[in-house]
């Protein structure tokens, strides 16, 4: 039913920045909070963002608060992870993912999770 596709990312310098987008199909993107997670070589898929339904309430990871923002435009089905400040440490595939059926689990659990995009490399050069 819902499909997300990321774009934006990319290869970059430490110290530099990069957007992520995630485009959604859904039909009511506004009634579903969404989320940013990563996996890095041979660690755990992470989660490094999550914004409530309105984008009225985030929630970041400890390692990138004050780096990353998350933010939405449900006008235009879109959810965003500004990335600034990068360091070598954020290398990772990073994807979107959505809660459709509004679950009580937090944010950073995977599990809240009903739909991923594809994935989207993130390369940060030291």
């Known amino acids: 039913q819902v499909q997300l596709v990321e774009s934006g990312g990319g290869l970059v310098q430490a110290g530099g920045s990069l957007r992520l987008s995630c485009a959604a199909s859904?039909?009511?993107?506004?009634?579903?909070?969404m989320g940013w997670f990563r996996q890095a070589p041979g660690k755990e898929l992470e989660c490094v963002a999550g914004i409530s339904r309105r984008g009225s309430s985030t929630y970041y990871e400890d390692s990138v608060k004050g780096r990353f923002t998350i933010s939405r435009d449900n006008a235009k089905n879109l959810v965003y992870l500004q990335m600034d400040s990068l360091k070598p440490e954020d290398t990772a595939v990073y994807y979107c993912?959505?809660?459709?059926?509004?679950?009580?689990?937090?944010?950073?659990?995977?599990?809240?999770?009903?739909?991923w995009g594809q994935g989207t490399q993130v390369t940060v050069s030291s």
């Open positions: 859904g039909r009511t993107f506004s009634h579903y909070a």
């Open positions: 993912a959505a809660d459709t059926g509004s679950s009580s689990v937090t944010y950073y659990y995977s599990t809240k999770y009903d739909y």
